[in-house]
């Protein structure tokens, strides 16, 4: 079975500010991983996502993540945070790219 | 294309009555997922189609919900006697698969049916 554990439910950052937000995975077989970012009262956008090709991807609105195997992790990160990031953001497993098994959420918060 | 379309995007409802969302798929998409997300979690799968044929339900659906896709196209979610525990938030999500193989293609969400039991 798979499942996904963010730490910390609220992340606080400066804007202009690195942005690592943490997410580790647990599958049986090579996962697919996504990030998903959600505005209030909206649904999910997809940041990014990792298919087993290059472990650095990079996604959309300047966010990156790193596949590590050895770490079961796939954080997001991005080098510098605008207002305009402070969202919800979802990390996600899939097996097969069926469906997914999302992590309990991480908002984050941009101060000016 | 206009994305996937839900709705209606919030209901409120007495307890024991019955509520039914619709969802609108992006139109070449074959696969359909509906899933329920509560206050501070993430959302959870419910259940998903392939085309016409509903594949796969969660223990989460209890057997006062029901889900149809006829015809392959838009589909419903009815929940009946509905219960203050049912309040959250509807997603429904779209994507292309092959019909046999893995798939790294995106799902698309649609914004959501807000459902409040009062």
């Known amino acids: 079975a798979q499942s996904v554990t963010q730490l910390g439910s609220h992340v606080s950052v400066s804007e202009g500010a690195l942005v690592l937000l943490r997410c580790n995975y647990s599958?049986?077989?090579?996962?697919?991983l996504f990030w998903y970012v959600q505005y209030p009262n909206q649904g999910l956008q997809l940041l990014l996502k990792?298919?087993?090709?290059?472990?650095l991807v990079k996604g959309i609105n300047g966010f990156e993540a790193e596949f590590k195997k050895s770490e079961t992790s796939f954080h997001l990160t991005k080098p510098s945070a605008h207002m305009s990031d402070a969202a919800e953001y979802f990390c996600?497993?899939?097996?097969?790219?069926?469906?997914?098994?999302f992590g309990a959420g991480t908002i984050l918060r941009v101060k000016s | 294309d206009t994305g996937v379309s839900q709705d209606p995007r919030h209901k409120i409802t007495k307890r024991g009555q019955n509520v039914t969302f619709r969802c609108d798929p992006i139109?070449?998409?074959?696969?359909l997922y509906w899933y329920r997300q509560t206050l501070g979690q993430g959302p959870e799968f419910l259940t998903y189609?392939?085309?016409?044929?509903?594949?796969?339900k969660s223990r989460l659906l209890s057997n006062r919900f029901s889900a149809e896709r006829p015809k392959g196209s838009f589909s419903t979610l009815e929940i009946q006697r509905t219960e203050q525990g049912d309040s959250a938030m509807y997603l429904c999500?779209?994507?292309?698969?092959?019909?046999?193989?893995?798939?790294?293609?995106?799902?698309?969400f649609g914004q959501g049916t807000r459902l409040t039991v009062v």
């Open positions: 999500a779209s994507r292309y698969s092959p019909v046999r193989g893995a798939t790294n293609t995106e799902a698309f």
């Open positions: 599958s049986s077989v090579p996962p697919y």
């Open positions: 990792y298919t087993s090709a290059a472990t």
């Open positions: 996600a497993v899939s097996l097969y790219g069926n469906k997914l098994v």
């Open positions: 139109s070449e998409h074959n696969r």
């Open positions: 189609f392939q085309n016409e044929a509903q594949l796969e």
